[in-house]
């Protein structure tokens, strides 16, 4: 799993500057309501020049989702033409999606191990990121609807924890609660968490400290404004994440 993503990309150009200052994973935003957002053509032209200079062991690609249907999720992979052996995908719901609709996903083969599959060398994985956010300091409810998709056989592959704004699904830049995810991770099923909301170049190394996660995910904190990604915010953040990783590492 990735260690650090950088989130909203909207332009090629961004998508270039996450991988070169050190990034994991990018984010592509395609919910029509997000200042982020963009269409599917747009997101298939950065993704394969991208794959020209970076290859997918190096830069995964996430389509991030709110409230899609499976038909949807599809037709958006399909037409970005994201999925692929060498395209390193993988899909963060980021909106009110119950645990039915993770079953359903993997009826599609998205969001299962791929271990089987891949040994073939034709069936990529597409791991699921399900992102949750935080109203309160109890992490009982995600408990909850984790406990939910066990049942069904559905569990995500990671769990984002963000900051909550009613009405709004990521990118506002409200942080999450660092000391109740530290405490209360024991109820998340050992999945990766990954710690969203709030996190700049200023704060993150302290984040990682306090939160301990697994990963960071990062939108407007880069942002020079609403889904342009500023050069030194975005080298600043990246290498404070990792240094602040392998002091938890170290530690």
């Known amino acids: 799993m ?16 996450a991988a070169e200052a050190g990034a994991d994973a990018i984010g592509l935003n395609f919910y029509d309501q997000s200042p982020r957002y963009l269409t ?12 020209e200079v970076y290859s997918a062991d190096q830069l995964a690609v996430y389509g991030v989702f709110v409230n899609a249907t499976v038909d949807d999720i599809l037709w958006v992979i399909r ?10 995908l993988g899909i963060q719901l980021h909106g009110d999606e119950p645990p039915e609709l993770l079953r359903e996903m993997r ?17 990529p994985t597409v791991p699921i990121t399900r992102a949750f956010r935080s ?21 995500p592959q990671a769990v984002l924890l963000d900051g909550y704004t009613p ?16 405490r209360q991770r024991h109820l998340l099923r050992k999945l990766p968490v990954i710690l969203a909301g709030g996190l700049t170049a200023q704060n993150v190394a302290e984040a990682i400290k306090v939160a301990q996660p697994d990963a960071v995910d990062v939108a407007s904190g880069v942002e020079s404004a609403p889904g342009k990604k500023d050069y030194a915010k975005t080298m600043a953040f990246v ?4 240094r602040a990783f392998a002091e938890l590492g170290a530690s």
Request: hydrophobic share 45%; aromatic share 6%; with cysteine.
């Open 79 to 88: 037409e970005a033409n994201l999925y692929g052996a060498d395209g390193g």
């Open 135 to 155: 109203k309160d300091p109890s992490l009982a409810e995600v408990a909850g609807y984790l406990d939910k998709c066990q049942q069904l056989g559905a569990l």
């Open 167 to 182: 009405g709004v699904y990521g990118g506002t830049g409200i942080a999450a609660n660092w000391q109740a995810i530290a």
């Open 107 to 123: 009826g599609h083969g998205l969001g299962t191990s791929g271990e089987l599959l891949q040994a073939s060398g034709h069936i």
């Open 40 to 51: 599917a053509e747009l997101a298939e032209s950065i993704v394969q020049k991208l794959r």
């Open 239 to 242: 290498a404070a994440a990792r």
């Open 2 to 17: 990735f260690r650090i993503k950088i989130c909203g990309i909207t332009s090629f150009e961004d998508a270039l500057l």
